[in-house]
Every structure is written in structure tokens, then in C-alpha cells.
């Protein structure tokens, strides 16, 4: 993505996919607040996708174990426990308020009891309980308690299907499905019911688990409106009564933009977490690559399915030389590239080709996927075929324009050309304001203005960057090339 890698130019790559803003299909920097009528949201998801904290908990080591378990499995697994819990229910709202409840039960009985041996079986029934009593309250529904209250089993069944055996060894759903539900959960999150915006904050917050501020920052909104959007998106889908199931072939196309493009989304903040003392987060990219290949086998017709595919391989495959051992990011330039990935290039390299077979032409995915290719075959980045990338940009500004899209081709500009036509890009886009809350434009101005002397403004601009950067790896090294200018 556009915070992949690093060349000595810039903090941020010039090599292909997006950031999060420049996303096809997701909102750009928005400055008004979409409306206080909303309270914020309210599914689990603190720092890191953690679980926000709960008021009244225990404190002392024990809670502190407990909060950490609890952490952990929200992290891993809270894409499949909600959707679970959605088949269980059959509503979507429902299911994130009982996940909530059930984590915050966790954080006080785990502190008192002890992690549990099954952790996600004891928040799937627990879960389960509070959806059967929310059913109860109900009164009008006491055909559906009985029925479910009939399959509620300690431990946890298959999505809330049939009661599973008593190993607590046992995973609390049926393994074949795990695929299903959280696609599901992912195509209920992008309804067209949604707005592209509404869509994106949906779908990051109950697939990938990441907290309000982490989404705010990903599609730079402030946190009140994206919790407000988020809000309103849950009442959205519930009054509109949007099945928990994967649409039907015919439905499936309306949806596809906007799956595609919170999957792209997703893969971004795995890639470059946006905060936080890890540069990557590989759980939350590896999932968007199992989803995106689930995806392919769903619509194999779809050339943009493959594009992105192949974009998310081509750029993990870079992944084991990103960081050193001490975790600190390597750049571009210095990255042993044989430590990438050839298995996840040549599955990348395929997925492009099957793209570019429909004959159809390459979408936004299919040309940050081209751009990741000329990476994929360059033995350096002296050696990268940078002319092509600045033509595949101008391109992509053409049919998915975005101020991350100009940023990025601002940096190829300056690796194939020179950094005085980069820098009046960049200048440009400072004078339009479109990234004024990120500290991807400070930083590529660093670079510029230290490639052409001007060490002073250089120096201040970097440390700008690392003012406004989240990320304490991504902040270090912006801060080490503003002291090396004196």
C-alpha cells in the first residue's frame, strides 16, 4: 500500500497501493461532522482491536491478565464470533450488543476466575444468554426463546446451531462455515442500503475489530463523526432487515465496490498499522488476503476481485523484510529482497494475469497491483522501471483520483525525474489542503526538500511528520532523518 515500504526518498512508498484515504470506493478526508443526533458506537474494539475498557472493572495483575486474554481473542477472533453470534440471532445489531456484554462479563469473571479453557465458547454462550434474555424482555417473541434457548449449550455449539460435544477443546462453530459468516458479516456491513462511507466505518469496526480512533485516522474523519456514523449505519441495516447471508449471485455485484473496497482498507492498516508500537499488523492483512481469495472462488468472473487479490499478495510478500529484528521499519532500499516472499510474487503475478485475461482493462486494484509488479520484478529500486510507475499513477489519478494517488505519483516523479517537479506536486496538493491531518505530506516534503539542499525546511517538516504520526515505529524513523540534518 502507499505506507508499505520505504525508499530513501520517503517515510512513505512510492510503490503501488494506496493509503487508506486514496482507497476506490471509500471517503476522503471529510471536515464537517456528519451530526451529533447519535450516541457513539458501542461494539467492542480499544487499541490495537482490543476491547474498549469496561467502567467498574477489577483492577490489580489478575485484571490485568484478564484484560490481555481478553484482548487477544478479540483480536484473533472477533469477525467469526460476531458473525456467529448474527447466525445465532439473526440480527446484526444484536449480535454486536451481546458481543459487548459478553466481553465486558470477561473482563470482570476471568479476573476473578480465571481465563476459561475454552475463551471463545465462553463468549459465544455468553453471548448466547444475553441475546435469550434480550428475547425474553421481548415477551413477543417466546416461540424464538424457546427455540434457541433449546440449542444453548456451556461451551459453545456450531454458530449457535446444533450443541457440540462436550471437548472444551472444541471450536464453537462448525469449521467449514467460518468462511461463510464472516463474508456474510462483511456483505451485511456493505449493503447498498449504506452509504460508501457509512459502509467502510461498518465493516472496519466489526470485521476487522479496530477501534473508533483507529478508523478515524484510516479515513481521516474526526472520531464524533465516525462514531455517529457508525451508529446510524447499525439502525440503517437493522430497520431495513438485511439478512445475515451471502447475497445471492445477482445481488452480489451491487455489493462488490464497496466489499472490495473496506477489504482494501483493511489490508492498509495490516500493512501500516496507523498507530500503536508495531509497524505491521499481519492478522488484520492475512485475513483480508483469505477473504480476498474466498472472494475469488465466489466471483471468479470479476477482474477487480483479482486485481486486488493481487495487490494484497504482491505487497505482502515484501513483509518479511519490512522490519529488522528489533522491529524497526527497513526501507525500501535497504530490504534483503531475498527475504520476500517468491511463493506470495508469483501468486500475485498470476491473480494480475487472470485480471488482465477478461480483457476488460485494468480497474483502480488491477493498476496498484501493476504497480506493485514493477517492485515484484526489480532486483533494486535503482533498477525499478520508475517511468512505468509514474504512467500507471497518472492512470489511476485518471479513474480514481484521491490526493494519496497524487502523493504517491509525486514520489515517482522525484525516483524517475528529479525532485523539483515532485515537489511542486507536493506543494500543490499542501496549498489544496486535502491532506492537511496526515503526516504523509510533511514527510514526502522532507525528503524533497533534503534531495535538494534545503536542510533547514527539510528538518522542519520532518519533525512535523513525526508530530503528527500515530505510529511510534513509523515515528522514530522520521525523527532520526530530521536529526542526521543537524
Known amino acids: 500500500m502507499a505506507r508499505a515500504d520505504r525508499t530513501a526518498l520517503s517515510p512513505e512508498p512510492p510503490d503501488g497501493p494506496l493509503g487508506p484515504s486514496g482507497a476506490p470506493g471509500s471517503p476522503g478526508p471529510v471536515d464537517e461532522c456528519d451530526g451529533p443526533d447519535s450516541a457513539p458506537d458501542s461494539v467492542p474494539g480499544g487499541p490495537d482491536g482490543a476491547p474498549d475498557g469496561v467502567d467498574g472493572a477489577p483492577h490489580g495483575p489478575g485484571a490485568e491478565a484478564a484484560r490481555r486474554a481478553v484482548e487477544a481473542v478479540w483480536r484473533i477472533e472477533s469477525a467469526r464470533i460476531v458473525g456467529a453470534l448474527t447466525r445465532f440471532t439473526g440480527e446484526f445489531d444484536l449480535a454486536e450488543d451481546v458481543a459487548q456484554e459478553a466481553v465486558a462479563e470477561a473482563l470482570v469473571a476471568w479476573a476473578r476466575d480465571g481465563e476459561p479453557a475454552n475463551p471463545v465458547g465462553w463468549l459465544l454462550a455468553t453471548g448466547r444468554r444475553r441475546a435469550i434474555d434480550r428475547f425474553r424482555r421481548r415477551s413477543a417473541l417466546d416461540e424464538r426463546y424457546a427455540a434457541l434457548a433449546g440449542r444453548l449449550t456451556e461451551g459453545g455449539a456450531s454458530s449457535g446451531a446444533e450443541p457440540a460435544p462436550g471437548n472444551p477443546d472444541d471450536l464453537p462453530w462448525d469449521p467449514d462455515l467460518i468462511e461463510d459468516d464472516v463474508l456474510a458479516l462483511m456483505f451485511v456491513a456493505c449493503h447498498p442500503v449504506l452509504s460508501p462511507e457509512a459502509r467502510a466505518a461498518l465493516t472496519l469496526r466489526v470485521v476487522a475489530g479496530l ?22 449505519a447499525k439502525k440503517t441495516v437493522a430497520a431495513a432487515g438485511v439478512p445475515f447471508a451471502v447475497p445471492p449471485p445477482e445481488e452480489r455485484r451491487e455489493r462488490l465496490g464497496g466489499v472490495l473496497s473496506v477489504l482494501y482498507v483493511l489490508f492498509t492498516e495490516g500493512s501500516t498499522a496507523t498507530s500503536g508500537d508495531r509497524l505491521l499488523r499481519t492478522d488484520l492483512a492475512y485475513e483480508a488476503i483469505r477473504l480476498a481469495r474466498t472472494l475469488t472462488a465466489l466471483l471468479p468472473g470479476e477482474p477487480e476481485v483479482f486485481g486486488l487479490l493481487a495487490l494484497f499478495e504482491l505487497t505482502a510478500a515484501r513483509f518479511p523484510a519490512r522490519t529488522g529484528p528489533d522491529g524497526e521499519p527497513v ?4 530490504q534483503d529482497r531475498r527475504r520476500w516472499d517468491r511463493s506470495a510474487v508469483r501468486r500475485g503475478l498470476a491473480a494480475l494475469d ?18 506493485a509488479a514493477c517492485h515484484a520484478g526489480a532486483p533494486s529500486v535503482a533498477q525499478t522501471d520508475w517511468p512505468r510507475i509514474v504512467v500507471l499513477y497518472e492512470a489511476l489519478g485518471r ?6 494517488v497524487d502523493l504517491n505519483r509525486a514520489v515517482a516523479v522525484a525516483m524517475a525525474a528529479g525532485p523539483e517537479e515532485a515537489l511542486r506536486i507536493v506543494d500543490g496538493l499542501a496549498e489544496s489542503g486535502r491532506l492537511s ?9 522532507g525528503e524533497l526538500l533534503t534531495r535538494l539542499g534545503r536542510t533547514a525546511e527539510a528538518r522542519s517538516e520532518l519533525e512535523l511528520a513525526a508530530r503528527m504520526c500515530r505510529n511510534t515505529r513509523e515515528r522514530s524513523v522520521l525523527l532520526r532523518k530530521a536529526a542526521a540534518l543537524g
Request: no cysteine; charged share 15%; hydrophobic share 45%.
Open 211 to 232: 477501534s473508533s480512533e483507529e478508523i478515524a485516522r484510516a479515513l481521516l474523519v474526526p472520531v464524533p463523526t465516525l462514531q455517529a456514523r457508525i451508529t446510524r
Open 331 to 334: 526501507l525500501l532500499e535497504d
Open 354 to 371: 487472470r485480471a488482465i485475461a477478461t480483457g476488460h482493462g485494468l480497474g483502480p486494484y488491477g493498476l496498484q497491483a501493476a504497480i
Open 399 to 404: 479513474i480514481a483520483p484521491s490526493p494519496v
Open 437 to 445: 491531518g496526515s503526516h504523509l505530506l510533511p514527510g514526502v516534503r
